[in-house]
């Protein structure tokens, strides 16, 4: 199972919004709704943001949200905050594996 | 408080086979699948595999590139849960994460949605010659 394919990087000025692809490759993102979206800070553990494509769980911002079209997933990041600048990384269930996409660096 | 604590990590030299463990507190670990995730110094994340619950077999799925060279298992007794890894090579330095699969229960039967709600701090595996 080949990687998730994400830009490397992304940026926007504070307040602003900013929107991270996520292309699986057919067997992945397009055949199940099991798309999740992790935020990394430098030296830190991932954190969960959005599970089920569009789900945020208790404590994530509104600020935050999913979508997704065909083979392709999508985070938005709306009205950035200094500290959301970090990795992004997308994750889907692929049957009896999983796959994370290469990551986002975001800036703000 | 819902944790995951890893340890096992440090300096291996090249080709041995250490264990990782991952212990659980504040939740029925029995009740949950857990995966194991690793990440190369300045890379993205690599997911290496996971163990379902008991009650779904407490059977194992691996990365195609590691099927082979790892076994993960679960002790429910203990709350831990390991990362054999065998014959380690220089790129399997790395930080290794414990995670915890979401699932929502409350409903008549549980509702996973196949992502990570709880992950540990990792600890770091440095492959040596």
């Known amino acids: 199972q080949s990687a998730l394919t994400q830009p490397p990087s992304a940026s926007g000025s504070p307040g602003q919004s900013v929107t991270i692809s996520c292309t699986g490759t057919g067997r992945d993102i397009d055949f199940y709704k099991y798309v999740s979206w992790y935020q990394q800070h430098p030296g830190k553990a991932p954190k969960l943001l959005i599970y089920e494509v569009t789900e945020r769980p208790s404590g994530v911002p509104d600020r935050f949200s999913g979508s997704k079209s065909g083979n392709t997933a999508s985070l938005t990041v709306s009205g950035l905050q200094a500290e959301d600048e970090a990795d992004y990384y997308c994750y889907a269930y692929a049957g009896n594996e999983r796959v994370f996409g290469t990551g986002t660096k975001v800036t703000v | 408080e819902v944790q995951l604590v890893e340890s096992g990590g440090g300096l291996v030299q090249l080709g041995r086979s250490p264990r990782l463990a991952c212990a659980a507190s504040g939740f029925n670990f029995g009740d949950y699948t857990l995966s194991w995730v690793r990440q190369p110094p300045g890379k993205g994340l690599e997911w290496v595999g996971f163990?379902?619950?008991?009650?779904?077999?407490?059977?194992?799925e691996y990365a195609a590139s590691l099927k082979g060279r790892v076994t993960i298992s679960r002790d429910d007794s203990k709350s831990i849960v390991y990362l054999q890894m065998n014959s380690l090579k220089s790129e399997d330095t790395a930080v290794y994460y414990c995670?915890?699969?979401?699932?929502?229960?409350?409903?008549?039967?549980?509702?996973?949605?196949?992502?990570?709600?709880?992950w540990g701090r990792g600890t770091t595996v440095t492959v040596s010659s």
């Open positions: 995670t915890r699969d979401f699932v929502q229960y409350g409903g008549s039967k549980p509702h996973f949605s196949y992502a990570m709600d709880v």
């Open positions: 163990i379902r619950s008991k009650l779904y077999g407490g059977t194992t």
